[in-house]
């Protein structure tokens, strides 16, 4: 059975730091496609951070050079680590893993940026 979980969300405020991490169970994130996304009330999901089996990163605009997604395979967790954090950084944040064609999500975890 596959599991993620997320863990590391919390109340910061601007400017600082805080890192998620998502443990998977039933699965190898070195396998596939490892994913950040994020949700705001009354937004769409977007996607914040993908890193592909080989390493490979990617962000959207607004948290290049802040964020930084990584991957430990010894213990299967990806991480999110985000440094400069503002108020609109507020949001649910969903880790993802795409095996082959299968999607599988995490149950979020919340960060709250206070001004």
């Known amino acids: 059975q596959v599991q993620l979980v997320e863990s590391g969300g919390g109340v910061v405020q601007a400017g600082g730091s805080l890192r998620l991490s998502c443990r998977a169970s039933g699965l190898a994130f070195s396998r596939g496609a490892g994913y950040w996304f994020r949700q705001a009330p009354g937004e769409r999901r977007e996607l914040v951070a993908s890193i592909t089996s080989g390493g490979g990163n990617s962000y959207v605009d607004t948290v290049k050079g802040r964020f930084t997604i990584s991957r430990d395979n010894a213990d299967n967790i990806l991480y999110l680590q985000m440094n400069g954090l503002k108020p609109e950084d507020t949001a649910v944040y969903y880790c993802?893993?795409?095996?082959?064609?299968?999607?599988?999500w995490g149950q979020g975890t919340q960060v709250t940026v206070s001004s």
């Open positions: 993802r893993a795409s095996i082959g064609l299968t999607l599988y």
